[in-house]
């Protein structure tokens, strides 16, 4: 993990409207290698008391079901740590009863449902297609509802859509696999092209001045990450991360760089990161950063910066 050496370039990055880069304020919290867990802390005490009096929605990412299930038998640990840890800290944290297989309209409508009957404001940490999910349901939002939403930290959402969808949809032999196994798992066979670059650029084009008077409302924070060649990424997007870069694309193995931001919306950007390091424990590779470290730091953020 390269985060500290001077010597690593950065990527271009393409940013939306508004949107900053708050990476170097970020860094406070680096120290000699790693996340340093006093100078997290004593950061997240200032909002630990305000987040004690939201709920805390954690929005799965895509096809992710069978983690979260396994997880109750303590068979992964996907978002399984991070819960936990912030319920120990007496902060109500919960995953949304979205189904990780279904498309974003239908997602969208299970956020609605279940956070608009919240007793308490709420904080919502999404990851993947998760933020696409939430991003739906706060653009359909009465007035009232999108109100009670306290924070939102997106976690590696591709907003511009990902090449790795677009692989999938333009392949028969690759969709003809999709598609069964989708329906299989109860989702739906076509949600995959809500992924894709088309789908995405036309979504964020359509509803573009609703998304930015969202954006322009709600304490935000935003994380990219991308692998840099200081790690092997995980087995499972080992392949797509390096077929994405031979063309040049920044990537954390799924979703590219640039499309995890949005405008409007501080960022902030780590190398050597894949796409499961920030969710997810890695048994046998082990994870480059500490999971509950980072969503303390980006909570923090999220809250200590609010729009005006």
Not at 182 to 188: E, I, K, N, T
Not at 247 to 260: C, H, Y
Not at 263 to 281: C, K, Q, S
Request: with cysteine.
């Amino acid at each position: 993990f390269l985060l500290g050496r001077a010597a690593l370039a950065e990527p271009d990055i393409s940013a939306p409207t508004g949107a900053r880069n708050v990476t170097e304020d970020w860094r406070i919290f680096w120290r000699d290698g790693d996340l340093d867990a006093e100078r997290v802390d004593a950061a997240f005490a200032t909002v630990r008391d305000e987040l004690r009096g939201y709920r805390i929605v954690v929005v799965p990412s895509y096809l992710s079901g069978i983690l979260i299930d396994a997880g109750e038998f303590r068979l992964a640990d996907y978002f399984r740590t991070q819960i936990e840890a912030l319920n120990a800290e007496r902060i109500e944290t919960q995953i949304a009863p979205v189904d990780t297989e279904q498309s974003v309209a239908e997602n969208g409508r299970r956020l609605a449902a279940f956070i608009g009957v919240s007793d308490r404001p709420v904080c919502i940490v999404s990851h993947s297609k998760g933020g696409l999910d939430t991003l739906e349901f706060l653009l359909r939002a009465e007035p009232e509802v999108r109100r009670q939403i306290a924070c939102w930290v997106v976690l590696q959402s591709p907003f511009a859509g990902s090449p790795v969808a677009d692989l999938i949809v333009d392949e028969d032999w690759t969709r003809g696999i999709t598609e069964p196994v989708l329906r299989a798992l109860g989702g739906s066979g076509n949600s995959i092209d809500d992924l894709t670059v088309k789908v995405r650029t036309e979504y964020m084009n359509k509803y573009s001045q609703n998304i930015e008077n969202i954006t322009k409302t709600i304490p935000m924070i935003a994380l990219a990450t991308y692998v840099d060649g200081s790690r092997t990424p995980s087995l499972h997007v080992a392949g797509t991360y390096r077929w994405m870069r031979d063309q040049g694309v920044e990537n954390d193995g799924l979703v590219p760089l640039n499309s995890a931001l949005l405008p409007n919306v501080r960022y902030v950007v780590l190398p050597g990161l894949d796409h499961t390091d920030p969710v997810a424990r890695k048994p046998i590779m082990g994870n480059p950063i500490d999971r509950v470290l980072l969503w303390k730091s980006l909570l923090y953020m999220a809250l200590s910066d609010r729009p005006t």
